[in-house]
């Protein structure tokens, strides 16, 4: 899980709205509508506007480098949350407040996997904070996270939710997809900088 505990504020995403034409008078023919029809607006994710990242754009060259380490990740998220990928991503924004904490940080992955764990420590998420992070419906968030404490994978103490030694146990394929990952992108990251040169 290491591998994925990372900076929580990653995760946040402004998106820009599509903004929709008046319906007109008269309603033109369908090949019409179609031409005429506004272009989606694209995700403006705020790592565009993150320090150091000031004027990069993606390239042709590293295109297959970023997304093909990508793939084997979301295909296991896929399969452990049957197709349900906003279940990951809720649980995914409780793993990274549990990275953001210095006892999580100070425990061994042995300890973890083989003890008596609870739930692992965390600086704590909620409900609404989930749903702003994520830009989801609030009573969708609420759905997901009841059924991800009815599978044990999460507990809620107070208002906070956390992690639990189960959900630890059980994700290690997806750990394990995780790791690869982050040594390509590491590369990546080289041969962007020329650090390996």
């Known amino acids: 899980m290491d591998a994925i505990l ?5 995760i946040h995403l402004r998106l820009v709205p599509s903004q929709a034409e008046p ?8 090949a019409e509508q179609a031409s005429k029809r506004p272009a989606r607006c694209p995700r403006q994710p705020s790592w565009v506007r993150a320090p150091g990242l000031d004027g990069w754009t993606p390239h042709p060259k590293v295109c297959g ?19 349900d990928l906003r279940k990951f ?6 793993v ?8 999580y940080r100070a425990m061994s992955h042995d300890e973890i996997r083989h003890g ?6 965390s600086r704590g998420t909620n409900g609404r904070s989930i749903a702003a992070s994520l830009e989801m419906p609030i009573e969708s968030v ?7 404490i009815d599978d ?10 956390f992690i639990t030694g189960k959900a630890y146990r059980e994700i290690a394929i997806l750990q394990a997809a995780v790791g690869p990952m982050a040594i390509e992108y590491a590369k990546v990251a080289r041969s962007l900088t020329g650090a390996g040169d």
């Open 6 to 10: 990372c900076n929580h504020a990653m």
């Open 23 to 30: 319906p007109s008078a008269e309603t033109p023919p369908k």
């Open 65 to 83: 480098d970023l997304f093909k380490p990508l793939a084997p990740v979301l295909v296991e998220a896929l399969q452990m949350f049957e197709g």
């Open 89 to 94: 991503l809720i649980l995914l924004v409780v």
């Open 96 to 103: 990274l407040r549990t990275g953001e904490h210095p006892d």
């Open 116 to 121: 008596e764990i609870e739930h692992l420590p």
């Open 142 to 148: 609420r759905r997901k996270i009841h059924e991800l």
């Open 152 to 161: 044990g994978w999460i507990i809620r103490r107070g208002r906070n939710l």
